[in-house]
Nanobody
Framework: QVQLVESGGGLVQAGDSLRLSCAAS????????MGWFRQAPGKEREFVAA???RSGNTYYADSVKDRFTISRDNALQMNSLKPEDTAVYYC?????????????????WGQGTQVTVSS
């Protein structure tokens, strides 16, 4: 099992940047990918970005492509933030092969960190 703790959320204005961090401990070597999801009030949890451990390959949701960057240290750099990016952001780990992006593909989750973007 992997333990994950997110940090770095906050309240920012549209156009600002934020960097989310995810501290991982435990059986991190057993995972294929690390990812970020978000969940806004009244909406389902949605995939944001992920990185495959061994190859370093990254993949993103279309809504954040070219604005967000995930890195090998599990951080999520978010630039040009928009009000629609407002959500609780979760870090997650997956042992699934390929390019997992469904919440069910990820077996370990952090507690989440709130990101609020004002217009």
């Amino acid at each position: 099992q992997v333990q994950l703790v997110e940090s770095g959320g906050g309240l920012v204005q549209a156009g600002d940047s934020l960097r989310l961090s995810c501290a991982a401990s435990g059986r991190t070597f057993s995972n294929n990918a690390m990812g970020w999801f978000r969940q806004a009030p009244g909406k389902e949890r949605e995939f944001v970005a992920a990185i495959r451990w061994r190859s370093g390959n990254t993949y993103y949701a279309d809504s954040v492509k070219d604005r967000f960057t995930i890195s090998r240290d599990n951080a999520l750099q978010m630039n040009s933030l928009k009000p629609e990016d407002t959500a609780v952001y979760y870090c997650a780990a997956s042992s699934a092969f390929g390019f997992p992006r469904a919440p069910g593909d990820f077996g370990s989750w952090g507690q989440g960190t709130q990101v609020t973007v004002s217009s």
